[in-house]
T-cell receptor
Framework: GQQLNQSPQSMFIQEGEDVSMNCTSS?????WLWYKQDPGEGPVLLIA?????ELTSNGRLTAQFGITRKDSFLNISASIPSDVGIYFC????????????FGQGTTLQVKP | DAGVIQSPRHEVTEMGQEVTLRCKPI?????LFWYRQTMMRGLELLIY????????DSGMPEDRFSAKMPNASFSTLKIQPSEPRDSAVYFC??????????FGQGTRLTVV
């Protein structure tokens, strides 16, 4: 079945640094979504992408839908301690069945 | 809107007992998803419904797991009999079409 490969698995950075993580698939996805999960909570949507090549920002977050429709990246600029959490990419495959698949997640730790 | 509501938030049960997890999706949403999250396997899609009909249950690990959606505002995930390896956080999510999904806060299940 369709799978999303997310990297890196974890990151430990200094406050103020920029962060970049990405997600790839061997098959085409029609949508790319980026979620953040805080401890003890469910994932919360950060950014949604619906068109190949689309570049979308949400505050310090920027995400892009790859031209090939097989990848996406998320950048966080000027990280702060509250950025700590697990970041997931997710997507709807090309079969348009509504099935929403998640990557394995990137755990981000920020040192003040 | 109250968001996706899951109950209970925490469940501790003995091996062999039946466990029922409950979910109330966001009103008007036509897709409902059940995910299981563990450290080893990340977020796994167990089953999803569209307009109360199960579409894909290929992620349900065993016959011990079953899910129902008797109406648009309620779904259950049942494990019978439960085993220690079922210990995980179970999330319910809902979406309107193939737009982004909203997650509940999850049910942390511990089987001893």
């Amino acid at each position: 079945g369709q799978q999303l490969n997310q990297s890196p698995q974890s990151m430990f950075i200094q406050e103020g640094e920029d962060v970049s993580m990405n997600c790839t698939s061997s098959s085409i996805f029609n949508t790319w979504l980026w979620y953040k999960q805080d401890p003890g909570e469910g994932p919360v949507l950060l950014i949604a992408l619906y068109k190949a090549g689309e570049l979308t920002s949400n505050g310090r977050l920027t995400a892009q839908f790859g031209i090939t429709r097989k990848d996406s990246f998320l950048n966080i600029s000027a990280s702060i301690p509250s950025d700590v959490g697990i970041y997931f990419c997710a997507g709807h495959g090309s079969s348009n069945t509504g099935k929403l698949i998640f990557g394995q997640g990137t755990t981000l730790q920020v040192k003040p | 809107d109250a968001g996706v509501i899951q109950s209970p938030r925490h469940e501790v049960t003995e091996m062999g007992q039946e466990v029922t997890l409950r979910c109330k999706p966001i009103s008007g949403h036509d897709y409902l998803f059940w995910y299981r999250q563990t450290m080893m396997r990340g977020l796994e899609l167990l089953i999803y419904f569209n307009n109360n009909v199960p579409i894909d249950d290929s992620g349900m690990p065993e016959d011990r797991f079953s899910a129902k959606m008797p109406n648009a505002s309620f779904s259950t995930l049942k494990i019978q009999p439960s085993e220690p390896r079922d210990s995980a956080v179970y999330f319910c999510a809902s979406s309107l079409g193939t737009l982004w999904a909203f997650f509940g806060q999850g049910t942390r299940l511990t089987v001893v």
